[in-house]
């Protein structure tokens, strides 16, 4: 198979593993991998469909590829992911210049569909959502030094606002020796950093070994030689037990992160979410988790305008933004997807009202970010060095603080030999910028990894 492939991969990271794989499918099937996809023959690309401004940029970006193919540029456009599984049809009907849309089961034959594709053959293909490869060959989009590494697939939550369990089915966990293997792959490929994702990866193992297995899990990829960060992403509030929280404390190369979503702190509200808890019993479980883990940083996500929002209910939820200050938050407006509960609910809010209040709230949390990083001044932090930014002059990386692609970085002078891009070194804080903290790096080379000094 002589033809050349490009990917577009938009949405979560998890999506992302997902066109990995597709990428190493495709190159052993032989076709030639264009890191820029507008000079491909064929071009995948792989869709978000989960909330409204994510389908906005699928649709926007296969219409970009529609032009390019209407100039010669291009020959085909295979659409998969989840706007593919959740649209089916409607994809094709309403851009008939996608030659193939196919649903996530359907990622498995990839190859082929691509061939046929540029054959000039129209497909439409949705196997079982549980014929998705959940581990396989992958090439990595990600800079050498980090990897994303699934351990389930899908949710059983049922979270009144969320389509991912119509889209992606029910909760299933890899099997631990799946995963440590491929965490011992990732690793020997030169990964230093993984990044345990799920749909929930607190629930790890229940469905198949009748038990919550991420400590086990955890404790087993600590003992891989060549690892050195190890960080866990979307977490739920109820499966966050004693023994994950001491496993986090005591085992040095689980970076003192974790990936929280809490969606609001209403008590009304979470329960119209479906979702368990109260105010009270979040409060008293962040309180839990830094008392256990010290240094803790706590990414959350919160939703804004959710129906039938009061304004006392919105005016608790900037409260509790307040009163936690999470290290690490991020808020979107409420959006109202077909098929799911919330759906229907009625005292749906405006467009705009619904956007003011998520600003509100990433006004005050962006704030709490400064005084935060404000107060980093003077301490020293290992960072991950990832490249060099040519506009500001300076080089940058991440901390432990700062999971790849959506929280920020630190920018620091680097002093005597350059860093190289894929090592730690140590930064002594200077500053803060918008959010993203600044320093000098003292010096090259490994240290200790803690939180702070």
Not at 47 to 61: P, V
Not at 209 to 234: A, D, F, H, K, S
Not at 426 to 433: H, K, L, M, P
């Amino acid at each position: 198979m002589a033809y050349s492939v490009g990917l577009v991969s938009l949405g979560c990271a998890k999506n992302q593993v997902d066109g990995e794989i597709m990428l190493a499918a495709l190159q052993k099937a032989g076709c030639r991998i264009e890191s820029d996809a507008s000079h491909a023959d064929a071009v995948i690309i792989n869709t978000c469909g989960f909330i409204d401004d994510a389908k906005s940029e699928a649709i926007d970006t296969i219409l970009s590829f529609a032009r390019l193919k209407s100039e010669g540029k291009i020959r085909a456009i295979l659409v998969t992911g989840c706007l593919a599984e959740r649209y089916r049809e409607e994809v094709m009907k309403e851009m008939p210049e996608v030659d193939a849309v196919l649903g996530i089961g359907a990622n498995s034959d990839i190859a082929a569909a691509v061939e046929n594709a540029l054959e000039g053959k129209k497909i439409q293909s949705f196997p079982e959502k549980n014929c998705l490869p959940l581990c396989g060959e992958r090439r990595l989009l990600t800079p050498r030094w980090t990897a994303y590494l699934k351990i389930a697939e899908g949710c059983d939550n049922r979270c009144a606002y969320c389509a991912i369990p119509m889209i992606r089915g029910r909760y299933r966990s890899r099997t631990l020796e799946s995963v440590e293997r491929e965490a011992r792959a990732l690793a020997a490929g030169g990964a230093k950093e993984l990044v345990l994702i799920a749909q929930d990866t607190t629930r790890y193992g229940l469905d198949r070994y009748g038990r919550l297995m991420l400590p086990e899990l955890l404790r087993r990829l600590c003992r891989i030689e060549g690892l050195e960060w190890i960080r866990v992403l979307y977490g739920y509030p109820d499966t966050v037990t004693d023994e994950l929280l001491e496993t986090l404390a005591s085992e040095k190369k689980i970076v003192r992160y974790m990936d929280l979503p809490l969606q609001h702190c209403n008590g009304e509200i979470l329960r119209s979410m479906g979702r368990r808890g109260s105010r009270g019993e979040l409060e008293s479980l962040v309180a839990k988790m830094r008392r256990a883990v010290p240094g803790l940083v706590i990414r959350t996500t919160l939703i804004a305008g959710y129906p039938g929002e009061t304004e006392e209910q919105f005016e608790e939820l900037c409260g509790f933004v307040r009163k936690m200050r999470f290290e690490r938050m991020g808020c979107f407006a409420y959006s109202q997807e077909e098929g799911t509960a919330a759906a229907a609910l009625p005292d749906q809010l405006p467009e705009e009202e619904k956007r003011r209040r998520a600003e509100m709230v990433m006004e005050i949390q962006m704030n709490i970010m400064q005084e935060q990083g404000e107060q980093m001044a003077g301490k020293t932090l290992r960072v991950l060095a990832e490249g060099y930014d040519r506009d500001a002059g300076l080089w940058y990386g991440r901390s432990y603080m700062d999971s790849p692609d959506v929280d920020g970085r630190v920018y620091f002078q680097a002093r005597g030999a350059q860093p190289v891009p894929g090592r730690f070194i140590r930064v002594n804080i200077t500053g803060c910028d918008d959010g993203d903290l600044t320093g000098v790096a003292e010096e090259q080379g490994a240290a200790e990894d803690e939180p702070a000094e």
